[in-house]
């Protein structure tokens, strides 16, 4: 599908609506137009999608497939990244003999912890290193751990992705940008892949095949102070590539917002070799000079009032949010553009306690859901008990069931009166009628 957003149906307000605010989203700027195949940008915390384009398109991951490799080794071993070694077997790079795959120059049956191999996957994407993992993990069954990587990614809610090897070199992998994004909130949440995706390098330790330590560069060079690419915000990420399109998934962090990109199949261009780093980096730059986190409510403030019955005290009691629904909205004027649905009584009933829900507000902005938050009374009300009664005896003779019981009661007296004249009628016919004379019989 074209490129749909948040953003763009806030920027197709209704034009005769002139208010600062609507101003200020109307002249908002406009996402720039990328030329990958598929794209995701999407807030880390509530999942909802600033840009999408073709997000559900299936399309090869290349070495974003090394993300699932290291989300099942750090999910069974991140407490013993530094304890357990690894000795690499030959025949993987029999997997990888003339591939022009990228290394981290680990050679065969060369030692290293999972630790280094997790750096070396992650920086330089070394492919030995992930076919590596995979044997150790699977009992020198690569076939088996792609199973266990397609059962990973379907468990994590993956709906378009296929793995086919552990580390993206067979164009047969294929994920979405959609699946991409959940692949890189899970590997978020390790510590350990979130410190080395942040690390511009690092230091392989030496072994006997490397008489000394040697250092791997990141090709995520948006966090390379160094490059040209670099961007302050862009905590961590990974890059793939195949033929002449580029990938790139990662993180973003700035003022307390965190969203999640996803690039898929950039072209590269002979000015541009990292097309889907600079696309990254546009989208970025974007986000976060047009959407900020802020507050839709204010708990502070009464957001409404109620009438309540049955208090000699007051009339009404003042309802607050009970939460301020922190949100991703535009920076200029988000909070004045969202609109307020109550789900509330029409009145109150005494008692009440400060603090108790008496209902519900739904937030949105351009038609879009924003949340829900519970309303709350802001004040404690006592119940008067002789409003009470007297109310309570005025709706029992005003109800339907007083009613019902009455004109039972009169249509029963109705009928009773006239049983009671028609049997009166049969007496008095029966005393008035004269008894009739006995004929003497006459004698044989």
């Known amino acids: 599908m ?6 763009k149906r806030l920027c197709l307000l209704v034009p005769l609506i002139v208010t600062p605010a609507a101003w200020a989203v109307e002249m908002m700027p406009s996402p720039p137009q990328l030329a990958a195949k598929s794209y995701v940008l999407m807030d880390a915390s509530s999942g909802n999608v600033l840009v999408e384009n073709n997000g559900d398109q299936r399309l090869p991951p290349a070495s974003l ?3 699932m490799t290291m989300i099942l080794m750090l ?3 991140q407490d013993q990244l530094d304890t357990i070694s690894i000795t690499a077997p030959g ?7 003339g591939k022009n795959a990228s290394t981290a120059d680990i050679w065969k049956d060369e030692t290293h912890t999972l630790r280094s191999l997790l750096y070396a996957m992650l920086l330089p994407s070394a492919n030995e290193a992930a076919y590596i993992v995979a044997d150790y993990m699977s009992g020198s069954s690569i076939d088996n751990f792609v199973a266990m990587m397609n059962d990973e990614a379907a468990r994590i809610g993956c709906t378009g992705t296929t793995f086919t090897d552990p580390c993206g070199l067979d164009p047969g992998n ?3 940008a959609r699946d991409a994004y959940l692949l890189v909130r899970v590997a978020m949440g390790y510590d350990a892949f979130a410190q080395a995706a942040g690390e511009e390098s690092y230091q392989m330790p030496a072994s006997t095949k490397h008489d000394s330590p040697y250092t791997i560069l990141t090709s995520d060079k948006l966090v390379s102070p160094s490059s040209n690419y670099y961007r302050s915000y862009t905590k961590g990420g990974k890059t793939g590539s195949l033929d002449d399109w580029q990938n790139f998934a990662g993180w973003h962090t700035q003022d307390g917002e965190t969203y999640v990109s996803v690039v898929l199949h950039s072209p590269k261009t002979d000015e541009d070799p990292r097309p889907a780093l600079t696309e990254t980096a546009e989208l970025m730059d974007w986000a976060f000079a047009t959407f900020t986190v802020t507050a839709a409510l204010d708990t502070t ?3 409404t009032e109620l009438p309540i019955v049955y208090s000699s005290q007051t009339d009404t009691v003042m309802i607050y949010p009970a939460d301020d629904m922190q949100t991703l909205l535009p920076r200029q004027g988000g909070a004045e553009l969202t609109e307020k649905t109550f789900n509330v009584p029409e009145h109150l009933s005494a008692p009440i306690k400060q603090g108790d829900v008496v209902g519900t507000v739904t937030v949105t902005m351009q038609g879009e859901t924003v949340g829900t938050v519970d309303l709350l009374a802001g004040s404690s009300v006592d119940r008067n008990e002789l409003l009470y009664t007297m109310a309570k005896v005025k709706a029992f003779f005003s109800s339907t069931y007083f009613k019902v019981v009455i004109v039972l009661c009169i249509i029963a007296a109705v009928v009773y009166a006239v049983l009671w004249v028609y ?6 016919r029966r005393v008035e009628q004269p008894t009739p004379k006995r004929k003497n019989k006459p004698n044989d």
Do not use: G
């Not at 074209?2 to 953003?7: D, G, Q, S």
């Not at 025949?91 to 003999?97: R, V």
């Open 75 to 77: 999910e069974s071993y």
């Open 2 to 7: 074209n490129i749909t957003t948040f953003a």
């Open 65 to 67: 497939t090394k993300l």
């Open 91 to 97: 025949y993987i790079y029999d997997y990888l003999y």
């Open 423 to 428: 049997v009166m009628l049969l007496t008095v």
């Open 174 to 176: 294929v994920t979405t």
């Open 301 to 303: 403030q009464p957001i």
